[in-house]
Structures are given as C-alpha cells and as structure tokens.
C-alpha cells in the first residue's frame, strides 16, 4: 500500500492506524476527521490505494463516501470500520469491501487492511 485516505473522527484511534501503516509500512496516509475533508481529499486527484471509512462521523454516515469513490475511482478498495454492531450489514449496503469491527486487535486489523489493498 502506497496511499491510503482514514476517514476517522477519533483521534487516537486514527492515530494509531496512522502510526502503524506510517511508520511500519511506508505507507502514506491521509487523514480525514469528517464527510467533507474526506470528500476534499477524494476530489484531489490521484487515486488512493485503500479507503478506510468510520461509519459515525461528526457530519453523518462515513457510508455516503463509498458512492463517490466509486464514481471516481472504481477499482479503490474500501473499508468500513465502527465500534457500531451493525458495521457488517451496514457496509455491505453501501458496498463497501470489507467490514472491521473496532474491537478487532489492531494487528488484526491491519493484517486485514493489507489483504485487501493486495
């Protein structure tokens, strides 16, 4: 994974993704807090390499970026990832990808972050 965009309005937890796929993989992260920077980095051109999306954000349902990347980068792996425990059925509504729950160990979740960016 070269590029990936979190769309996360907990800043610890972001972090800690950030920390991770930063510094232990290279990996160059983009970090939005809500629906609008999310949509901002979206529309800034170059395609990211995963999409990994909180389905509670301050400004609504991180869901509503799925259609959007869709539109503008089809192939764009996309993650949902909530602490909420309906993060399985309400990803894939949306169509999204994958489905992480919160309490999944963050190894875990990285392991999953990898196999699905390839």
């Known amino acids: ?8 309005d907990h800043s610890a937890f972001a972090q ?3 920390l991770v796929l930063g510094q232990v993989d290279g990996t160059k992260v983009a970090l939005a807090r809500t629906l609008e920077e999310g949509r901002a980095l979206i529309g800034s051109g170059k395609p990211f390499d995963l999409v990994l999306l ?10 509503e ?4 990347i869709r539109q503008s980068h ?8 909530s602490a909420r425990d309906d993060v399985d059925e309400a990803a894939s509504k949306a169509g999204a990808d994958a ?3 919160k309490d999944t160990p963050l190894p875990d979740i990285i392991s999953s972050l990898r196999r699905l960016a390839g």
């Open 99 to 101: 489905a992480i729950s």
């Open 74 to 81: 089809p192939e764009t792996p996309v993650a949902v990832l």
């Open 16 to 18: 800690a993704l950030e």
């Open 1 to 8: 994974m070269e590029r990936v965009m979190i769309v996360e």
């Open 54 to 63: 909180d389905l509670t954000l301050p400004d609504g349902e991180g869901t």
């Open 65 to 68: 970026l799925i259609a959007e």
